[in-house]
């Protein structure tokens, strides 16, 4: 057994495509529209469905805006270098809603970016916490 993918709800495909593609780096790997059903199937990731986990996004045609609750808490990415991560997603008008640092009792390095559609995306950086270009200085927030 393995993990497929996670299905994400979003009121705007094309902003949320522009937001996990462009801004995130994943690639559109298919897309289908059902018209009998009036829905949107895009699946994005960073490696191909045979062998990775991806995001299912779905738009319900005419739906533009969801209550997200408080039962979902958000994605998780690994990067190599969150600071330069976190630089680049807000050059290219992505919304970093937590800069990085420290999580809250603890010494991982996180932040926190929100898509289109207010999903939360942390980013943790990869491997030793040295390798990133600024050191963790940001104190830890609660997102």
């Given at each position: 057994m393995r993990l497929l993918h996670t299905m994400l709800r979003v009121g705007n495909l094309e902003e949320s495509?522009?937001?996990y593609c462009d801004v995130l780096g994943m690639k559109?790997?298919?897309?289908k529209d059902?018209?009998?059903g009036e829905f949107t199937l895009a699946f994005v990731g960073y490696g191909d469905e045979s062998d990775h986990t991806v995001l299912e996004l779905t738009y319900n045609w005419g739906t533009s805006q969801y209550d997200l609750g408080d039962a979902y808490g958000h994605i998780a990415i690994g990067v190599d270098?969150?600071?330069?991560t976190c630089d680049r997603i807000k050059q290219q008008g992505g919304n970093v809603v937590r800069e990085?640092?420290?999580m809250k009792h603890g010494s991982t390095v996180i932040a926190?970016?929100?898509d289109p559609s207010g999903y939360k995306v942390e980013l943790i950086q990869l491997g030793t916490q040295g390798t990133a270009s600024k050191p963790p200085t940001a104190t830890a927030q609660t997102v």
């Amino acid at each position: 057994m393995r993990l497929l993918h996670t299905m994400l709800r979003v009121g705007n495909l094309e902003e949320s495509l522009k937001f996990y593609c462009d801004v995130l780096g994943m690639k559109l790997l298919r897309q289908k529209d059902y018209p009998g059903g009036e829905f949107t199937l895009a699946f994005v990731g960073y490696g191909d469905e045979s062998d990775h986990t991806v995001l299912e996004l779905t738009y319900n045609w005419g739906t533009s805006q969801y209550d997200l609750g408080d039962a979902y808490g958000h994605i998780a990415i690994g990067v190599d270098d969150i600071y330069a991560t976190c630089d680049r997603i807000k050059q290219q008008g992505g919304n970093v809603v937590r800069e990085p640092g420290p999580m809250k009792h603890g010494s991982t390095v996180i932040a926190f970016v929100q898509d289109p559609s207010g999903y939360k995306v942390e980013l943790i950086q990869l491997g030793t916490q040295g390798t990133a270009s600024k050191p963790p200085t940001a104190t830890a927030q609660t997102v």
